[in-house]
């Protein structure tokens, strides 16, 4: 891919041209967040679907019972429906992704939902339709309100919820995702988890959505399903069209509209070329990662939800590096029991066999958020009251998990991991109560790994700063360079209108994990690197040249990362890492870095553009 020609027409203004029809197309490059990755070449479809706008119609009094029972008859109606996506979309991507439409189930038996809905038709005399979208369109548009992303990923949830019922109210037309046919990409302002999942996928090749997040419920489902899809990219619906030609590059998170002959071409030759090198890659699978000269580097799987282990070992990795477990909270229609927890903790350890798994306490807050905390919006929510921070304040709950944690190590190795810890106190205590969960399992006479490892994610800079004095208190430690990056460079990782200054390649984060792993390797402590960036082949290169030997990465990173592991030698790694830290920024290190890293393996970046 010519990085100039891209440029040259990479624009995201509105473009009257696209859509007249005596000129040609213009070629048009919307950027958005890649959320799930593949590319796919098709056409547009564009979906506009919205709460219905109902208007207002008062009714008389003697027709108010039967708007009620019309509502109740609705209600009940988009229940069965609900169940039955369920467990549809339980058999297509596991049952924890499917735990979103039990959400949406208790959503439908909340009185705080249904209360409002049915007095507004008994006090206002209004029809069944106009009180419920009047209602589901006001809460949408409280959550949109607060500028925060992490109410806004509700925001489909609720739409979701009230296109259903309008469904069954009015029999409103179905959505026009049904007008898909072969080879269509939709574009759309947004789109909700049953949509997404219910996509037809003998048509549907992937999607693109103004709205959204990277932790919405639709990029979850995407992941699973692993449709090629892109969010955020806000100016879809302005110009785009039905019927336009598009690529969808979910690896760059890119919408290309009315691509040239020759852009399609590389394009399609890009894919053949990804393909063919996938193909290559599965015969890595059993082999090790394993440097030229003869170094190992381990290469372990991020998972949220404990199905994917399997994705994580048929792709080839050694186990599982980093369990988030918030996602037990951010799936579920309310808080995880203790047997929930156990569950699910369970199965990890029977999937893993014996292998690695780390399983991180819940890091909730900032962009993870619960239904309580949604009630108290944070005004700086990264800085705030989020993680082990949440989980020191909220005990009974940290408690919760910890004796589920702790009955699972029982059935085979589990390692703990603290997330964000900023202060040695926060680790002590985090370890205090660990300690007192297994005087009370004791005292049941349940069973426990009383010798289980309590490692700490170093995500903070003052925890990479202040190593030395966790090193002597912490079994293991895990670079989180997703959040060491923003913190120590102060760009929020979510907000793309300062992405361009987040980058892990700032000499300021090299110089960090260098002093990290120093530090560990003095000690003894077992490191290793679980942000997005160990899976980016140049990082990586980095990270092993800093003395990482264990880095843990999405499933579908692991492939690559392997055969590039497989193609250096950790003295290549070590020269360009320190030549890295003689740069004075970000972009010098980036340009070292494309250019030595590709020199390696080059068919892994099969001459795409760096942007
Ligand atoms: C990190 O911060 O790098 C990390 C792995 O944690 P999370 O992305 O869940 O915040
Ligand atoms: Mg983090």
């Given at each position: 891919m010519k990085?100039?020609?891209?440029?040259?027409?990479?624009?995201?203004?509105?473009?009257?041209?696209?859509?007249?029809?005596?000129?040609?197309p213009t070629p048009q490059t919307i950027k958005g967040l890649p959320v799930s990755s593949g590319i796919v070449i098709g056409k547009v479809l564009v979906v506009d679907d919205d709460l219905r706008r109902v208007t207002r119609r008062v009714i008389p009094e003697s027709r108010v019972a039967t708007e009620r029972e019309r509502f109740e008859a609705a209600v009940a109606a988009s229940a069965g429906e609900i169940k039955v996506v369920h467990e549809q979309a339980a058999r297509d991507m596991g049952k924890e992704a499917a735990e979103i439409f039990r959400f949406h189930l208790g959503m439908l038996a909340d009185p705080s939902l249904l209360v409002p809905i049915k007095a507004m038709i008994e006090k206002e005399h209004v029809t069944a339709d106009y009180a419920a979208t009047h209602v589901l369109a006001n809460l949408a548009d409280r959550f949109r309100a607060t500028g925060n992303s992490v109410f806004a990923t509700k925001v489909n949830d609720i739409e979701d919820l009230?296109?259903?019922?309008?469904?069954?109210?009015?029999?409103?037309?179905?959505?026009?995702?049904?007008?898909?046919?072969?080879?269509?990409?939709?574009?759309?302002?947004?789109?909700?988890?049953?949509?997404?999942?219910?996509?037809?996928?003998?048509?549907?090749?992937?999607?693109?959505?103004?709205?959204?997040?990277?932790?919405?419920?639709?990029?979850?489902?995407?992941?699973?399903?692993?449709?090629?899809?892109?969010?955020?990219?806000?100016?879809?619906?302005?110009?785009?069209?039905?019927?336009?030609?598009?690529?969808?590059?979910?690896?760059?998170?890119?919408?290309?509209?009315?691509?040239?002959?020759?852009?399609?071409?590389?394009?399609?030759?890009?894919?053949?070329?990804?393909?063919?090198?996938?193909v290559s890659l599965a015969e890595l699978v059993d082999l090790p990662g394993v440097t030229t000269d003869g170094e190992a580097v381990h290469i372990l799987g991020n998972i949220e939800l404990p199905d994917e282990v399997a994705k994580v070992l048929q792709h080839g990795g050694e186990g599982v590096g980093l369990y988030r477990t918030e996602y037990l909270y951010l799936t579920g229609p309310r808080e995880p029991t203790e047997e929930d927890h156990y569950a699910a903790y369970k199965r990890c350890v029977e999937l893993c066999a014996g292998r690695e798994l780390t399983i991180r306490t819940v890091d909730l807050g900032a962009d993870k958020y619960t239904q309580a905390q949604e009630e108290i919006p944070e005004r700086n929510p990264f800085l705030g009251n989020r993680s082990i921070r949440y989980c020191l304040q909220h005990t009974p709950m940290f408690r919760r998990?910890?004796?589920?944690?702790?009955?699972?190590?029982?059935?085979?190795?589990?390692?703990?991991?603290?997330?964000?810890?900023?202060?040695?106190?926060?680790?002590?205590?985090?370890?205090?109560?660990?300690?007192?969960?297994?005087?009370?399992?004791?005292?049941?006479?349940?069973?426990?790994?009383?010798?289980?490892?309590?490692?700490?994610?170093?995500?903070?800079?003052?925890?990479?700063?202040?190593?030395e004095a966790f090193a002597r208190e912490t079994d293991f430690f895990s670079i989180g360079t997703n959040d060491l990056v923003q913190y120590t460079l102060a760009v929020d990782r979510i907000n793309e209108r300062v992405a361009h200054l987040y980058t892990p390649m700032h000499p300021a984060v090299l110089r960090l994990i260098r002093d990290v792993s120093r530090t560990a390797r003095r000690h003894k402590t077992p490191i290793s690197c679980c942000g997005e960036s160990a899976g980016d082949l140049e990082f990586a290169m980095i990270l092993i040249g800093l003395g990482l030997r264990t880095l843990s990465v999405s499933s579908s990173s692991i492939p690559?990362?392997?055969?590039?592991?497989?193609?250096?030698?950790?003295?290549?790694?070590?020269?360009?890492?320190?030549?890295?830290?003689?740069?004075?920024?970000?972009?010098?290190?980036?340009?070292?870095?494309?250019?030595?890293?590709?020199t390696f393996v080059p068919e892994a970046f099969d001459g795409r553009s760096a942007e």
């Open positions: 990085t100039s020609r891209r440029e040259a027409f990479a624009t995201s203004h509105y473009n009257p041209a696209v859509s007249t029809p005596t000129t040609p009230g296109n259903r019922l309008m469904k069954h109210l009015v029999g409103a037309p179905s959505s026009r995702i049904s007008e898909a046919d072969e080879e269509t990409i939709i574009l759309a302002r947004d789109l909700t988890p049953s949509q997404t999942a219910s996509f037809d996928r003998s048509k549907i090749l992937g999607f693109a959505t103004d709205l959204g997040g990277m932790t919405s419920h639709t990029a979850i489902i995407a992941k699973a399903l692993e449709i090629p899809a892109v969010v955020g990219c806000k100016v879809l619906l302005r110009v785009a069209r039905d019927g336009m030609r598009v690529i969808l590059d979910g690896d760059k998170g890119a919408v290309i509209l009315n691509p040239d002959d020759a852009t399609i071409a590389e394009y399609r030759r890009y894919t053949e070329q990804r393909a063919l090198f996938r998990q910890l004796r589920a944690l702790l009955r699972a190590s029982a059935l085979g190795t589990i390692k703990m991991m603290f997330p964000l810890i900023s202060t040695i106190t926060e680790l002590r205590q985090a370890k205090f109560h660990v300690r007192e969960v297994m005087e009370d399992l004791a005292e049941e006479g349940l069973a426990f790994d009383k010798d289980i490892k309590m490692g700490m994610m170093v995500e903070v800079p003052s925890a990479a700063i202040q190593a690559p990362l392997k055969r590039f592991i497989r193609s250096v030698s950790v003295q290549q790694c070590e020269r360009v890492a320190r030549q890295a830290l003689a740069l004075d920024s970000g972009d010098q290190v980036a340009r070292l870095l494309r250019d030595r890293a590709r």
